[in-house]
């Protein structure tokens, strides 16, 4: 298996979840559910047979975190379709899952079998895998929060604070919380997996690497939006713009960190560059 092969597995996928996308519209539930699941089979089919060909977890590289990414959106859409029947999110989850394939399509990345000393460490693969399905609910949470603040229906506006009212929107709100509350406990778990990789491999739980501290900058983001939802439930608006700036950080944590010049030569973390 090469990365040459991605083509025949990702355009199937992608049209299995663009069907259940559809039935999800068409309240056709069942439909919904089969389709996006055997897209999500013949994706990580191709995850699966990578690992194989390379000999190691594909984590490495950004190509290859994308890889997931695209994998964990889908997967997180129907998590939230298959618990609150919110009948777009699968669409947007298509969506945004589409963009990362196609950066891989049309920017792949070197994938060889070479991995540095550091990153064989049994910590490396559930480290990046509990941190990319954190990043997808994060992505899932932050196109909600994109809808409540432009298009949800919002009455009673007082200063800065907007009090949904509409059943949609209450909704919406919930779905958010709850995304943001899954994803922050698995963000969570991957410092803790990497404060342990990074013991075994440096020496050292935490050092305030580039890489590091903008995780921690994103961790203590996403911790302002959960208390400020817990202290002052009533203030929407300024708590889902916070929610929008956080997931801003989190991509520069994710990959903006690869062009920042603290990084280069200095970072530990920028595995690919």
């Known amino acids: 298996m090469n990365w040459n092969q991605f083509i025949y ?30 897209g999500l089979l ?6 699966v047979a990578m690992w194989m060909s390379l000999e190691r977890p594909p984590l490495r590289t950004m190509g290859e975190t994308r890889l997931w990414y695209s994998f964990f959106l889908p997967l997180a859409g129907i998590i939230v379709y298959s618990r609150w029947r919110y009948k777009w999110i699968l669409s947007f989850s298509t969506l945004l899952a589409v963009v990362f394939i196609c950066v891989n399509l049309f920017k792949p990345e070197i994938h ?17 895998i509990v941190y990319m399905f954190a990043y997808a609910l994060f992505g899932a949470a932050t196109v909600m929060a994109v809808y409540q603040l432009f298009f949800a229906n919002r009455t009673g506006r007082k200063g800065a604070t907007a009090v949904v009212t509409a059943d949609s929107g209450a909704e919406a709100l919930d779905i958010t919380d709850n995304l943001i509350s899954v994803g ?9 997996f990497g404060a342990l990789w990074a013991k075994e491999a440096w020496g050292h739980y935490w050092s305030w690497d580039p890489k590091e501290t903008w995780a921690a900058i994103t961790w ?7 208390h400020l939802r817990t202290a002052r439930p009533r203030a929407v608006r300024p ?20 062009y920042l010049p603290s ?10 560059m």
């Open 9 to 38: 597995f990702a355009a199937p996928s992608v049209l299995c979840w663009a069907i259940g996308a559809w039935a999800s519209w068409r309240s056709k539930s069942r439909l919904a559910f089969t389709f996006t699941v055997v």
């Open 42 to 47: 013949l994706f990580f089919a191709f995850i």
């Open 112 to 128: 060889n079998k070479t991995l540095m000393p550091a990153l064989q460490s049994p910590w490396f693969a559930p480290h990046v």
């Open 184 to 192: 922050y406990c698995f963000m969570t778990l991957g410092m803790l």
């Open 220 to 226: 203590f983001a996403y911790l302002v939006y959960i």
């Open 239 to 258: 708590s889902l713009w916070i929610l929008v700036l956080a997931f801003v950080l989190l991509q520069m944590c994710w990959w903006g960190i690869n």
């Open 263 to 272: 990084a280069q030569g200095a970072s530990v973390h920028t595995y690919n």
